[in-house]
T-cell receptor, first 114, second 111 residues
């Protein structure tokens, strides 16, 4: 099966600029996650979707971050405006429904804000 | 909020030596999953434990889930250079799919 696809792989932007990340989950996976991973740390959940509904976005900084999952498949994560502290790897993951389902991660987008 | 800590943060071993990482949660977990992340890569699922006191083996890897379901461990016997990477535990509380990842243990193996 094809894995989780993310793009772009790398992104360098200046602070205050907008940026967007795209994710295509594994076919049939209803649950989609966006995680942020800072250097040397574990992934931190930003938002979780069940189909097209955002069921957990408590960790998403809503003043500058937004996400959408149209038609319950692809998803985009946007930051506007970006800050220096947003530099990190943004990981998308998908899974079958249920808390016992393992996560399948994409290769991530490494964001550098200068 | 829930916190999941792992120790050690980093370990350097010589090939053939054993390695253990410990995972401790501030709250009782419904299940725990282990992931491996190679340098420059993304986390890859290794295994899941659900039952109190459960022990599972994958070749040279042994995983345990504590009796109180608040801690877990991963033991690698006779490490190889292919074991290099960061090992994360991740747990759920209740039945919500809100996996909280641990702080990770980075393993370096040299010949």
């Amino acid at each position: 099966e094809a894995g989780v696809v993310q793009s772009p792989r790398y992104k360098i932007i200046e602070k205050k600029q907008p940026v967007a990340f795209w994710c295509n989950p594994i076919s049939g996976h209803n649950t989609l996650y966006w995680y942020r991973q800072n250097l040397g740390q574990g992934p931190e959940l930003l938002i979780r979707y069940e189909n097209e509904e955002a069921v957990d976005d408590s960790q998403l900084p809503k003043d500058r971050f937004s996400a959408e999952r149209l038609k319950g498949v692809d998803s985009t994560l946007k930051i506007q405006p970006a800050e220096l502290g947003d530099s990190a790897v943004y990981l998308c993951a998908s899974s079958l429904a249920g808390y016992l389902s393992p996560l399948h991660f994409g290769n991530g987008t490494r964001l550098t804000v200068t | 909020g829930q916190q999941v800590m792992q120790i050690p943060q980093y370990q350097h071993v010589q090939e053939g030596e054993d390695f253990t990482t410990y995972c401790n949660s501030s709250t009782t977990l419904s299940n725990i999953q282990w992931y491996k992340q190679r340098p420059g890569g993304h986390p890859v699922f290794l295994i899941q434990l659900v039952k109190s006191g459960e022990v599972k083996k994958q070749k040279r890897l042994t995983f345990q889930f504590g009796e109180a379901k608040k801690n877990s461990s991963l033991h690698i016997t006779a490490t190889q250079t292919t074991d290099v990477g960061t090992y994360f535990c991740a747990g759920n509380t209740g039945t919500a799919s809100k996996l909280t990842f641990g702080t990770g243990t980075r393993l370096q193996v040299t010949l």
